[in-house]
């Protein structure tokens, strides 16, 4: 029941953010948009599908694709060792964007670079919790925006909140509302906001919902907090504000 509701989610937020995402576009904000949600759908289903039903009340919750992770893969905060090895998850189609940035391809789960975010927060959650089903037992992760848009010659990645206007704003909102039905749907008592951003959005998404809202550096390697003796200050971060291990208690 749970796994339905969350792909039945997951496939109306791909929908309703599909039209924006070219409205963006032919707005000349961005160049190129891409919804992993439809060229990458079937990873990202089976991804709900692996962990979704676990019993997880902690949400960790990022900003939108990265083009090494969920931008191939459709797995937030995937990277391609992460989706293979841990997860499990492999062999399925991986489509593409319907305009293809010359400097940012899809090859889907057999992209060549690793995403560092992915590699940081994946391995955090194994090290901490020791295996798949403990991590989801206590942990599910959601990026806020599945859209990932690129301008320019180089395909820099814009992130949402350097976007202004009607057409942003209309896609926030229908994140927004995911975000609830994501909570309410696993009955979420605790959001981690991966970064301000996130934990910006959760706050204005949930106001409304008996659930707590707390944050943690982000794990970019452009983040000198993330990098910060070598990353063991970031490890401390986030390990404050994860659930328990149940398997240490």
Not at 17 to 26: A, F, I, Q, T
Not at 89 to 102: G, S
């Amino acid at each position: 029941m749970v796994i339905n509701e969350l792909i039945s989610a997951a496939e109306n937020l791909r929908d309703e953010v599909e039209p924006l995402g070219n409205l963006l576009v032919e707005n000349g904000l961005v160049d190129y948009s891409y919804n992993p949600l439809i060229y990458a759908w079937e990873p990202h289903k089976a991804f709900i599908e692996l962990g979704g039903s676990k019993g997880a009340k902690t949400l960790l919750l990022g900003m939108n694709p990265g083009p090494h992770g969920m931008g191939q893969m459709g797995i937030p905060f995937s990277a391609t060792s992460v989706v293979r090895d841990l997860l499990g998850i492999k062999d399925l189609e991986v489509l593409q964007p319907k305009k293809i940035h010359p400097k940012r391809p899809v090859t889907g789960l057999d992209w060549h670079k690793e995403e560092i975010s992915g590699t940081r927060i994946w391995g955090i959650l194994e090290e901490y919790y020791g295996s798949l089903e403990e991590i989801f037992s206590n942990i599910f992760i959601v990026n806020h925006c599945p859209l990932m848009l690129f301008t320019g010659e180089r395909g820099t990645n814009i992130t949402p909140d350097r976007i202004s206007g009607e057409i942003v704003k209309e896609l926030l909102e229908k994140c927004d509302e995911h975000l609830v039905q994501v909570v309410e749907i696993m009955g979420i008592k605790r959001v981690i906001g991966v970064g301000r951003y996130a934990e910006k959005r959760a706050k204005k998404a949930l106001e409304h919902l008996d659930v707590e809202i707390v944050t943690c550096w982000h794990p970019s390697p452009a983040s000198p907090l993330a990098n910060r003796n070598k990353g063991r200050d970031w490890k401390e971060n986030i390990r404050n504000v994860l659930p328990k291990n149940s398997t240490l208690v």
